[in-house]
């Protein structure tokens, strides 16, 4: 089976830093390919996933200076893709809508995950592809839409790219855009009811910029509150990886949230509050705690007594590479049961090559 991943064009597949979709394409596609797939990925030219990958525009552009510009491009490079695509796979996974619009043109099966937090402009155009078969990151966010197909299949990471850290140092952390949603302000909140100090990372997008300036930057003074930054892979390691819990205050309802597995598969556990498919994602008392208030984080934090070993195993059994990627091959496998019979194997036999230098556990 051959099976065409077709990712955004504005952030090349992995991400370098900021970029979950183009992390979970480039997840998926790896595995598929380890188990057997003939896997093509569409996606800006700077891509270095180990597939084979075409793209339409030779590079990544992100931010945005130009958002109707910017899907302009990405209707493009959807239509260019699925039309090639259309010619030699079995399968067109998409990961962006603008590519629902281009299936009435083809034949192939079509497979869609839904990144985005449902809005109902969104559900109303994804009712006029009801042949499309819909993935959902969490259950959470499956249950807001209505497509007769559809089904859910959380994200998963390479546990192997995230090192262990048994003995952890005395300070919380927060990775995420720096936006109000993200809840960095309520981090620093939670920081000075411990008296334990605070590392934040992430991308000061232009759109929060005057946030950043007003809700943040006046409580950086480098030692209790500091900013270090965006994280690339090796620094996202070490801060989540040495740190003592991290803080996912959240303020929307988030569809999945990638780095709270990514801290569980350092051994940090998540303190969260509420808010989509946070209480899927965190078992209290196993990778963290779901809390109610600022207040009751805090509380959490000053009891923490949650073993990393057990927060990594949790991460393992339940949001490894390995697990995702057995979950699509039956997707795909029921899609084109017509025709074709995939090999599947239990979820603690599926291989998945180890990116170089790669820590273990």
């Not at 188990?35 to 597939?51: C, F, I, K, L, R």
């Not at 007003?214 to 965006?230: A, C, M, N, Q, T």
């Not at 899927?280 to 109610?292: F, H, K, L, N």
Request: with cysteine.
């Amino acid at each position: 089976m051959r099976i065409a991943l077709i990712a955004p064009p504005f952030i090349p597949v992995p991400p370098k830093r900021y970029g979950g979709t183009e992390l979970f394409v480039a997840h998926l596609a790896e595995g598929l390919k380890q188990n057997g797939m003939d896997v093509v990925v569409y996606a800006s030219g700077d891509s270095t996933v180990d597939v084979e990958v075409r793209s339409l525009y030779p590079q990544s552009e992100w931010p945005l200076e130009a958002e109707i510009f910017g899907n302009l491009k990405d209707i493009n490079h959807t239509a260019w893709a699925m039309a090639d695509a259309a010619d030699d796979c079995d399968i067109l996974h998409l990961n962006s809508a603008a590519g629902l619009a281009s299936s009435r043109f083809i034949d192939s099966s079509i497979v869609y995950t839904v990144h985005h937090p449902r809005e109902q402009p969104l559900s109303d155009f994804y009712a006029h592809f009801p042949e499309v078969d819909y993935v959902a990151i969490s259950e959470f966010q499956c249950s807001l839409e209505t497509m007769l197909k559809r089904t859910t299949i959380h994200h998963g990471i390479k546990i192997g790219d995230y090192q262990l850290q048994e003995s952890k140092q005395q300070y919380l952390s927060f990775i995420g855009r720096l936006a109000p949603v993200k809840g960095p302000h309520l981090a620093i909140e939670v920081a000075k009811k411990t008296g334990i100090p605070l590392k934040i990372a992430g991308e000061i997008q232009p759109l929060f910029r005057s946030y950043f300036e007003s809700h943040v930057k006046p409580h950086l003074d480098g030692r209790f509150i500091e900013y270090v930054g965006e994280a690339d892979p090796a620094a996202k390691n070490e801060l989540l990886g040495n740190s003592m819990a991290m803080l996912f205050p959240i303020q929307w309802n988030e569809p999945f949230g990638f780095v709270m597995i990514e801290a569980m598969a350092c051994g940090t556990p998540v303190i969260a509050l509420k808010g989509g498919s946070v209480p899927e994602v965190v078992r209290d008392d196993v990778s963290g705690y779901v809390c109610d208030t600022v207040e009751q984080m805090a509380e959490r934090i000053q009891n923490l007594t949650i073993s990393p070993l057990l927060v990594r195993q949790y991460a393992k059994e339940h949001f490894s590479v390995e697990v995702m990627v057995n979950k699509y091959l039956r997707l795909y496998n029921d899609i084109d049961s017509m025709s074709h019979a995939l090999p599947l194997a239990p979820d603690d036999e599926i291989s998945v090559a180890a990116e170089p230098g790669a820590a273990a556990a």
